[in-house]
């Protein structure tokens, strides 16, 4: 039997000097939520492995936080499981990045500064 496309990910950027695996774990339960791997230049994808689709009418957001800065929205989406991969860039690469997070947000534009965080992931 085969790996799945979300265990090779997480072992191939596992094993890289430049990507970063980050746990993003439950704000209420500590549980496992979701993994981003993250390279060295910002390069992010979002594997939200253990999240349930967004309910109607709400998303979630991804959000970076820099050492030296605040929360800025770097991705928006409604799916969760296995194969709902999301993709973004960094507005830092991960040497400078703290920490991200995921909240749920009403649907449409992201607000300025998450609201409810429901996820959270810090870098070592």
Known sequence: TGSSPTSSA???CASSTTCHVVTLRSATSGAAEASALVTDAGQ????????????????YVLWQVAKNGRPVAVAQ????GANARQRASLSVGYPDLLELAISTEPAGPPPPTPSKIWAVGTTT
């Open 77 to 80: 989406f409604t799916r969760g």
């Open 10 to 12: 997480l072992s191939a």
């Open 44 to 59: 992010l994808t979002l594997l939200p492995t253990h999240m349930a689709d967004s309910t109607a009418g709400r998303s």
